[in-house]
């Protein structure tokens, strides 16, 4: 009887912790996702893009959220901020599926890094390695998906003269693409980065608790 309950205290014990470390976790990404939602709305104009492409900074806390919990975490605020997002827009979704599709492919190796190198360099590393790759894959999304999917509501040829009354040397949207996309996405890329690495010193510390605290709190409740 006296071992039967012991068993049941350390259970409950077990529970109780990994309820707290889930509670903690959820509270953090949810304050992120709302962060990411306000930012996706402050969206800004590039003199250089067609109108209807647009700058905004709100991959910045999914890719703090990927540094302290992972890439998945990151991956969730970036569901969370565009289904939030697309019941106040006008791109009949295909704006925010281009925006969840490169906010991935830059979280996603950016909490990969890190995890593995938890400090000012590897945040930077893990930051320019995700710019990368999300500039790469706005080439192969917009041309393959995103872009076929806008010729529903905006024809091919409309699109593509958006680009070429800025330079008129492109003729066709994959020149387009590559001439246009991939500067401003690595533009974007680059303020993220910048502005991770001039955030990541005040908030190091409370990112290296968070992160121990979870890390604890999950080893307990596996014990």
Not at 3 to 17: E, I, R, Y
Not at 132 to 156: Q, T
Not at 162 to 169: D, L, R, S, T, W
Not at 200 to 206: E, G, I, N, Q, S
Request: proline share 5%; with cysteine.
């Amino acid at each position: 009887m006296a071992a039967a309950g012991k068993t049941l205290h350390v259970t409950n014990g077990s529970n109780g912790t990994k309820k707290r470390g889930s509670i903690k976790k959820m509270t953090l990404t949810a304050m992120l996702a709302a962060i990411a939602v306000i930012l996706m709305y402050m969206e800004i104009p590039v003199p250089f893009m067609p109108g209807f492409i647009k700058l905004d900074i709100s991959d910045l806390p999914a890719l703090f959220g990927s540094f302290i919990y992972g890439p998945a975490c990151g991956v969730l605020i970036c569901l969370v901020k565009n289904v939030l997002h697309s019941f106040a827009t006008n791109t009949m979704f295909v704006g925010e599926i281009s925006n969840f599709i490169l906010g991935c492919a830059f979280v996603v190796p950016a909490g990969v890094i890190y995890q593995k190198r938890s400090d000012k360099t590897g945040a930077v590393i893990a930051s320019i390695t995700g710019t990368v790759a999300m500039a790469l894959l706005s080439i192969v999304s917009n041309y393959f998906l995103v872009y076929p999917i806008y010729y529903n509501f905006m024809p091919k040829d409309m699109i593509l003269k958006a680009y070429q009354a800025i330079f008129p040397g492109v003729h066709s949207i994959l020149q387009a693409l590559i001439v246009f996309n991939v500067p401003f996405t690595l533009l974007k890329g680059a303020i993220c980065v910048v502005l991770a690495w001039l955030l990541y010193v005040p908030l190091a510390p409370m990112m290296r608790k968070i992160k121990v605290k979870y890390t604890v709190y999950s080893k307990e409740a596996n014990e």
